[in-house]
C-alpha cells in the first residue's frame, strides 16, 4: 500500500465526493487519517489551484478544476472496463508518435499517459501497439487518446499482418503470466481485508480501505486489458468483481466517519484521481 501525498489524497477526495466540492476543513481532515499536516494540505491545495488542476467552489470550498475534468471522467469508467473489450481477432492498434517533439515536457507527459491508459507499448522507436479488442476498434481508440492528451497530429491506426519477427515480439510486450499473478494476489489481497475489517477502529478501516482501494482501482485503470491467450482474462474479471466489492465497502466506512464528524457529504475512498505522469511500472 503506497501512502498518499497530500496532493493525490485531496484530488482523490475531491474526485470522490457525490458533490463533486469539500470545504478545506474536509479536506483536512480526511487527510490527517495519513498523518499529513494541515499546513501541506493548503500549501497543496494554492499549487493544485495554481496548476488548474482545482479550483475554488464557493467560501472555503474547493472542486477539480478544468485540467482535472477529462482525465477524472476517463478514470472513473474504471468499473466497466471489461464493456470496452471485444473478441480479438490478431489484429493491433498502432500508434506512431516518432516526428511528435520532445522538448515539450507537458506534452510528453500527456502523450506518456494517454498510451499508458490505452495499454500501448513501444515495438520499435516511436511506434506503439496494443491488441485491437477495444470496443469500438482504432476509431474510438483514437478519439479517447486525443482525449487523453495524445497530440492530434499521431497516426493512430489499425496494423495487420506484421512480419513473424515483429509479431512475436509484439506479443511479448506484456508479461501475461506476470499480470495475470498480480490479479490474482491482489484480489486475495483485498479478500482477506475484508475478513477483518469488521475487527478494525473506524478510522483505521477507513485508511486501509482507501490504501487498498487506491492501489487496486489504479491497477485496473492503467490495465492493458489484454485478451487471451496474452493473459488470464478470468483472473482480471474476479479482481474487477473483488474491487467493486470493496468500494462498496470502503464508500460505506468513509461515511459513517463522516457522519461521526457531523458531515453530510458522501465520499467513496476507493476512486482514486491518477495524478501522475505516467503509469506505473508494470508487467
Same mark, same amino acid.
Given at each position: 500500500?503506497? @501512502?498518499?501525498? /497530500?496532493?493525490?489524497?485531496? +484530488? ?20 490527517? +487519517?495519513?498523518?499529513?499536516? *494541515?499546513?501541506? !494540505? #493548503? !500549501?497543496?491545495?494554492?499549487?493544485? @489551484? ?11 470550498? =474547493?472542486?477539480?478544476?478544468?485540467? $482535472? ?7 472513473? @469508467? ?16 498502432? !500508434? ?21 491508459? %490505452? ?7 516511436? %511506434? ?5 479488442? &477495444? ?5 474510438? /481508440? ?40 498480480? =490479479?490474482?494476489? @491482489? #484480489?486475495? *489481497? +483485498?479478500?482477506?481485508?475484508?475478513? #477483518? /475489517?469488521?475487527?478494525?477502529?473506524? *478510522? ?5 480501505? =482507501? %490504501? &487498498? ?16 491467450? +496474452? ?10 468483481? $473483488? ?8 464508500? /460505506? ?28 511500472? #508494470?508487467?
Amino acid at each position: 500500500m503506497v @501512502t498518499p501525498t /497530500a496532493r493525490s489524497l485531496i +484530488l482523490n477526495l475531491l474526485l470522490a465526493s457525490e458533490e463533486r466540492r469539500q470545504s478545506a476543513r474536509e479536506l483536512v481532515a480526511g487527510c490527517a +487519517l495519513f498523518a499529513i499536516r *494541515e499546513n501541506s !494540505v #493548503r !500549501v497543496a491545495l494554492v499549487r493544485l @489551484t495554481a496548476d488548474g488542476l482545482v479550483e475554488l467552489a464557493g467560501r472555503g470550498a =474547493y472542486r477539480l478544476g478544468p485540467r $482535472a475534468a477529462v482525465l477524472a471522467s476517463d478514470v472513473a @469508467t474504471w468499473r466497466t472496463a471489461e464493456e470496452r473489450v471485444r473478441a480479438w481477432n490478431g489484429g493491433w492498434i498502432a !500508434v506512431h508518435v516518432g516526428p511528435l517533439g520532445r522538448s515539450n515536457r507537458v506534452a510528453l507527459r500527456s502523450r506518456d499517459r494517454a498510451l499508458s491508459m %490505452l495499454g500501448l507499448r513501444e515495438l520499435d522507436r516511436g %511506434l506503439y501497439v496494443r491488441p485491437d479488442n &477495444l470496443a469500438g476498434g482504432v476509431a474510438h /481508440a483514437r478519439m479517447r487518446l486525443f482525449k487523453l492528451g495524445l497530440d492530434e497530429s499521431a497516426a493512430v491506426f489499425a496494423a495487420h499482418d506484421l512480419d513473424a519477427e515483429r509479431e512475436a515480439r509484439a506479443r511479448r510486450l506484456w508479461d501475461g503470466d506476470a499480470l495475470s499473478q498480480t =490479479y490474482r494476489s @491482489t #484480489r486475495r *489481497e +483485498l479478500e482477506q481485508w475484508r475478513c #477483518r /475489517a469488521d475487527s478494525l477502529d473506524a *478510522e483505521t478501516a477507513a485508511r486501509e480501505a =482507501y %490504501l &487498498l482501494g487506491n492501489d487496486a482501482i489504479r491497477l485496473l485503470v492503467f490495465d492493458p486489458l489484454l485478451p487471451e491467450p +496474452l493473459v488470464d482474462v478470468n483472473e482480471r474479471r474476479a479482481l474487477a468483481a $473483488a474491487v467493486r466489492i470493496h468500494d462498496q465497502i470502503g464508500r /460505506a466506512l468513509w461515511q459513517r466517519l463522516r457522519l461521526a464528524r457531523g458531515s453530510r457529504d458522501t465520499v467513496d475512498p476507493s476512486g482514486p484521481f491518477i495524478d501522475t505522469h505516467t503509469a506505473p511500472t #508494470r508487467p
